[in-house]
């Protein structure tokens, strides 16, 4: 009884931990996307972009979603660089001001994923909007969905020029795990890896990331728990690196809930909830709160939710939502599944509400 005593001890305080953890990751997402310098200040709707670099001449952004709408204050006019990375190869940036269009001219594309443009930024605030031409149009299209990739980075190529070999892909999802310790220079090669991607790659952040620094994940690629809308069909990322997701991400989550429950709705994490298979330890800490993200998904009619951690395929379904495990991006594989590296292909039509899935195996 002493023994069962100190370890419920235990276990509360390690989840005590976990969540402040969570919590604070929360509070730097909430800031993400925010920055002012040299008479200038940039606000990205959502967090959609983390904030790479800011001058008085110069804009940098890492983009997390497909569609950015981004406030400009100046203070004076100044003739503007904006270079978007990770950015929809077919996407257009169109400025206003008080309803009134502000030029913009498009420079390279190298790779077809890094944008830069040129703007005369008038004094004042300047709305810029960045989508594809067909953002709005709810017709059917593909996205790759891959985790953990960690030290295997030196072959993470092999899974690219697959993906860049998948017809009407439109942008890849990744459930976490991008690195080994999270350090700065892994995320930065992360980063050159993808600029052989044709396709911009929205990621959440795994336990990995967390070994080095609370926030180099923040400041290299953005929020771990957001939301986006792309041709009608919504899309769920949720940090629960710490094998627990924060306060406040369940009050955004329950928001974002309420906008897709009647639309194509999936949701996309690190750890699953449960373990499926009740062997490995693959899940979130707690079986309680578990049951409390599932019945709020399974109650919004979430469509699909698809999780990293485990380094194997796996497909069931989790309340019943259907459920995937894809953790095939490298990193040391289950030795009993058989499977090796792989990602998945998702065909969605957001009209009717229907999806379509594909393994392709690279071993």
């Not at 459930?175 to 790659?201: N, W």
């Not at 998702?346 to 195996?361: F, G, H, N, S, Y």
Request: proline residues 5%.
């Amino acid at each position: 009884m002493v023994k069962c005593f100190w370890l419920g001890v235990l276990l509360a305080a390690c989840a005590g931990a976990c969540l402040d953890v969570a919590e604070e990751r929360a509070r730097v997402d909430a800031r993400v996307g925010n920055a002012q310098s040299a008479g200038l200040r940039v606000r990205v709707s959502q967090g959609a972009a983390a904030v790479r670099e800011l001058t008085a001449t110069s804009l940098q952004l890492w983009a997390a979603a497909p569609s950015l709408e981004i406030e400009l204050r100046a203070d004076a006019p100044t003739a503007l660089s904006v270079r978007i990375q990770n950015a929809l190869p077919d996407g257009v940036l169109r400025a206003s001001q008080n309803d009134e269009p502000v030029a913009v001219t498009e420079g390279e594309r190298e790779p077809a994923t890094d944008v830069r443009y040129s703007i005369d930024l008038p004094a004042g605030t300047t709305t810029l909007r960045f989508d594809a031409p067909d953002a709005a149009d709810e017709e059917p299209f593909r996205f790759a969905v891959f985790a953990d990739v960690q030290e295997a980075i030196d072959t993470v190529q092999d899974l690219f020029s697959r993906m860049n070999e998948t017809p009407m892909l439109r942008f890849v999802l990744m459930s976490g795990d991008l690195t080994q310790q999270g350090t700065a220079p892994q995320l930065q090669r992360f980063q050159q890896e993808l600029r052989k991607l044709q396709v911009p790659c929205f990621s959440t952040l795994g336990n990995h990331e967390l070994g080095a620094s609370e926030d180099n994940y923040h400041r290299f690629f953005g929020r771990g728990s957001y939301h986006f809308v792309f041709k009608g069909a919504h899309f769920t990322m949720l940090d629960d690196a710490s094998a627990t997701i924060a306060p406040q991400a369940y009050e955004w989550l329950d928001g974002w809930l309420g906008e897709g429950r009647s639309a194509f709705h999936s949701v996309y994490m690190h750890l699953p909830p449960l373990d499926v298979s009740g062997i490995r330890n693959g899940a979130m800490a707690s079986r309680a709160e578990a049951d409390l993200l599932l019945s709020k998904l399974a109650r919004a009619e979430v469509d699909l939710t698809v999780y990293g951690h485990v380094h194997t395929y796996d497909a069931y379904t989790n309340a019943g939502i259907p459920a995937f495990i894809t953790g095939g991006g490298g990193a040391i594989p289950e030795r009993f599944d058989h499977v090796g590296r792989h990602f998945l292909v998702m065909e969605v039509d957001p009209a009717e509400q229907q999806l379509q899935t594909a393994i392709v195996r690279i071993d």
